[in-house]
C-alpha cells in the first residue's frame, strides 16, 4: 500500500520560511509526478506546485518567485521551499503524487495535510 507522509508545517509571522517536505513509502513501482496542494477554510483546494519525475516545473502565479519545489527520486521524496511567506498562504497543505504501484496500473495519492499558519 502507498502512503505519502508530510511534515514541516507550523506558525510563522508574515515575510517568514517554512519548508515541507512529502515522502511516498510502499509498494511503488514509479513515481511520476509530485506536487503540494492547499485549501483555506472556505475555499477549494488549488495547486501550489508540481514537478515531475524529469524535474520539470509548474507554480500556482500567486507563489512564483516565493516558493521552489524539488524533488530527490531516489528517496521518493518531496520538498516545497516556502519564503516570503503572506497571510493568505494560510492553509492546509496536501502533498499529491501520481503513483505506479504495477507497470501498467497507477493511481493520484494524497497525504494526510499539513497546516501552515502565516500570521501578520
Known amino acids: 500500500q502507498v502512503r505519502l507522509v508530510e511534515s514541516g508545517g507550523g506558525l510563522v509571522q508574515a515575510g517568514g520560511s517554512l519548508r515541507l517536505s512529502c515522502a511516498a513509502s510502499?509498494?511503488?513501482?514509479?513515481?511520476?509526478?509530485m506536487g503540494w496542494y492547499r485549501q483555506a477554510p472556505g475555499k477549494q483546494r488549488e495547486l501550489v506546485a508540481t514537478i515531475t519525475n524529469g524535474s520539470s516545473t509548474n507554480y500556482a502565479d500567486s507563489v512564483k518567485g516565493r516558493f521552489t519545489i524539488s524533488r530527490d527520486n531516489a528517496q521518493n521524496t518531496a520538498l516545497l521551499q516556502m519564503n516570503s511567506l503572506k497571510p493568505e498562504d494560510t492553509a492546509v497543505y496536501y502533498c499529491?503524487?501520481?503513483?505506479?504501484?504495477?507497470?501498467?496500473?497507477?493511481?493520484?495519492?494524497w497525504g494526510q495535510g499539513t497546516q501552515v499558519t502565516v500570521s501578520s
Open positions: 510502499g509498494s511503488m513501482i514509479r513515481v511520476v509526478t
Open positions: 499529491n503524487a501520481y503513483i505506479y504501484y504495477s507497470i501498467f496500473r497507477g493511481a493520484d495519492y
